[in-house]
């Protein structure tokens, strides 16, 4: 078949994927290909990891190195393939449940430390395999399967928590606006350092459908008349209750694969 | 290990844009169908994406990055191909 992105994808024996119909997770998954596929990289230097969840059955229609871990350990495993193997681009791609909840320490202490991995979080708000439960990310007042009076929990704001835990680019899109998280995934994997972007996702079949927003397109015209770009936020109150998308931080830090190959230097001796 | 045989549905218009739908893996969201900015496309009987007014279209290619299952693809003479 004569597609420009054929050779990202393992289309001859994958697909269709199994994710519902509407689902932002596809359109996420069709912005990281692109923006792979523009990239000046081989297909062999770049490794996607992801843990359990929706979100994380993406490497398995991916056509490059992928590896399909534990339940929050997406980090600590991409940790593991960025020492061994420090040339490579490693990107996690993970859901809010996975990445927050019982991932979130391993999350906050890979920001810390300023490791070289692009973090795509895809955050539909919910834990959409195991049917609805509210996540970390479920904002408060929102009903999921188990919140059926809404969740009376605070919620996560994710590029904040980044941000301070030491993240050098933090940047936030949703699944409308694909194009622009096109060039924020080229921007992220280009950046030396913890990159974070956050994907403000639908999930019609569960998230949408227990809150009464409709389907997948109800949703996405909700993101799109509810978002506003970083540079249009002029005074704090612009941005309430508005998605702020765009490069919300950027930075830099030395990056720990590099500070951590001196030290293997010193101690053979080179 | 079940093997998918993809076999898009291609239409080109006068101007050479060509569009590709690959009816076995639209699932009918309709996200192509209601964010396409010329009504280029409409869901058909079968409830899967149909193109049908081809001549339309301007090849933005914003079904193609929208949709979530790899199902529609555009090509545009017009738009320069991405440097390697």
Redesign the interface.
Known sequence: ?N??IAEY?R???R???I?????????A???MV?AIS?S?MNKNEICVVSGIGCSSRVPGYIDCDTFHTLHGRAIPSATGIKLARPEMEVIVIAGDGDLLAIGGNHFIHAARRNLDLTVILINNFNYGMTGGQFSPTTPQGKRGTTAPYGSVERDFNVCEMAKVAGAVFVARST??H??HL?GLIKQAMKKKGFAVIEVVSQCPTLYGRLNRMG???KM?EYYRDNSITVTQVKEPKDAEGKIVIGVLWETEAPEYSEVYKKVIDIAQKK | ????N?N?VVQTAKTGIEI?IIK??C?????CV??CPKDVLALGSDLKTNCINIEACNGDA?CE???????I?VKNPKKKA???
Request: net charge neutral; charged share 25%; hydrophobic share 35%.
């Open positions: 078949m597609i420009e994808l289309l001859d024996d697909f269709p994927h994710l519902c119909p509407g689902c932002g997770i596809g359109s998954m069709n912005a692109r523009e000046s699944t409308y694909t194009p096109k389907d997948a397109i996405l | 290990m079940k093997k998918s993809p898009p590709s076995e893996f699932k009918g969201c309709g996200i209601e964010f914003l990055l929208r949709c979530p299952d790899f199902a693809f991405i440097k390697k």
